[in-house]
């Protein structure tokens, strides 16, 4: 079946840096867009960064446009998200998934930003 492995998360400070990765397996990872995903305390789960794949189109939420860094190895089922510039409100849970047909969500990974 579906699933995702998220892992890289961490407790850091602000300003600094983390890289997330998400092992993707049971389905043929390269035809899907994937996206990032983050949960806050006592928000929604929303897609902050997607990657269609084969050089098309990536796109950012303005929030983290110009800080993270979406990318993926479709040889490996890997999806990655490089975080730089850090900030308090960046606290959260951080999930993968496809963008379009969401298949059910791995245990994500927690990033906590705190001086």
């Known amino acids: 079946q579906v699933q995702f492995v998220e892992s890289g998360g961490g407790l850091v400070q602000p300003g600094g840096s983390l890289r997330l990765s998400c092992v993707a397996s049971?389905?043929?990872?390269?035809?899907?867009?994937m996206g990032w995903y983050r949960q806050a305390p006592g928000k929604q789960r929303e897609l902050i960064a997607h990657d269609s794949g084969g050089g098309g189109s990536i796109a950012y939420v303005d929030s983290v446009e110009g800080r993270f860094t979406i990318s993926r190895d479709n040889a490996k089922n890997i999806v990655y998200l490089e975080m730089n510039a850090l900030k308090p409100d960046d606290t959260a849970v951080y999930y993968c998934?496809?963008?379009?047909?969401?298949?059910?969500w791995g245990q994500g990974t927690q990033v906590t930003v705190t001086s």
């Open positions: 049971g389905f043929h990872f390269s035809l899907y867009t």
């Open positions: 998934n496809r963008v379009n047909d969401k298949a059910s």
